[in-house]
């Protein structure tokens, strides 16, 4: 993907001091698949680079299920300017292991490159000419906004204490955010899967306040194919060891993190963001290398595949986030305590577009297909993808179109 100069707005004061780098020591494969230990957490932490992210306090916040998360801070950054009249300003929603960076290089302080780079800048689809683009990382999140790796009040680190949090409650935060930084109305809020449902929150809980609806490969509501493939990624993570309970942030023993069932539940969640065919296609029936798996404890190379993503994940990401937002999307359903889905879809006065992807095994078309059924108005596409779930991150021309369309 194309890496997308910056067009920014002036950082805000509430911009937090950089300080020295936390080195990110890599984990790695041996050949039999094991993952060697590397940092117990990706999380970015008090006094590490900001890079460009933002950061604001947006007070306590009561949650859905009960109890409330005092003194919550949002990461956001920022491309383009807002107008005077507070109108040109995009929310951008990122999925479950994404962040605020959604364009731009890897660097110190960004532990991997933007998800979405070639969407954003000028002349691209979301224009910093037109428009004033925003991302946060989502509350739970471990890339700058409050979530378990966070300091609570008494200084120690939330982990097993953090609290449940749904999506509405990431769509609260984020309304707050909306507050701080002066956007009284979005003219659009877009994202994918994860992110696809924190856009129909958006929609349906906050009508007045959203113009454009962009939901990408996404549904209204977790089924329970989806809530059945989370449990053994859940389990993975929670039958390690070295999960501590999820007390696992020691700072005397940074290299005793749960990472080996963190990747354990990031081979079994690849496996659903691609599609078979892609998988039997690009890899078949091959060994890794020079690797034996007939007997020799060797790989074949759609295991050294599955490996490799989950040992990159150990390196930016924090097992209780994952727990955190993977039931934060188990709980989605626009539908509960508002007459159920259809209702509350009808309440959308946005207009909205629906994107499926052809090849999603995770969420097929069909759910797409109920969320432009229930919408008033609502148009629905379709992209032609080999990648499966994962055809709304690699798809950029498709994309791109689509999100111009939309915008016009």
Known sequence: MTIVDRTRSTPSAATRPSAPARAATPSTSTPGGA???????????????????????????????????????????????????ADNAILVEHALTGDSHVVGPQDEAHLSPGWWDGLIGPGRPLDTDRWFVV???????????????SLAGDGRRWGSRFPFVTVRDQVTVEARLAVEIGVPRWAAVLGGSMGGMRVL????????????????????????????????????????PAFLGGDYYDEHDRFAGPETGMGIARRIAHVTYRAGTELDDRFGRGAQGREQPLGDGGRYAVESYLDHHAAKLSRRFDANSYLVLTEAMN?????????????????????????????????PVRLSDEITAGVPGARQHTI???????????????????IRDALR
Do not use: K, M
């Open 35 to 85: 993952v060697r230990p590397g940092p117990v957490s990706g999380a970015w932490r008090e006094g590490d680079l900001a890079g460009h992210r933002q950061f604001v306090q947006v007070g306590d916040v009561p949650l859905e299920r009960g109890g409330v998360i005092p003194r919550v801070q949002v990461a956001y950054e920022t491309w383009g300017r807002l107008n005077e009249r």
């Open 331 to 363: 709980s989605h359903d626009v539908g509960r305590d508002r007459g159920g889905v259809a209702a509350a879809l009808r309440a959308v006065t946005a207009q909205t577009t629906v994107v499926a992807v052809d090849s999603d095994r995770l969420y």
């Open 135 to 149: 991302a946060s990382n989502v509350l739970g999140g471990c890339q700058g906004t409050t979530g378990p790796s």
């Open 201 to 240: 929150e958006w929609a349906v809980t906050h009508p007045d306040q959203v113009d454009r609806a962009l939901v990408l490969a996404s549904t209204a509501y977790a089924s329970a194919d989806q809530i059945a493939w989370a449990q053994p990624q859940l389990l993975a993570i929670r039958s390690d």
């Open 384 to 402: 032609s993808s080999a990648y499966g779930h994962d055809g709304f991150l690699i798809e950029i021309e498709q994309v791109g179109a689509h």
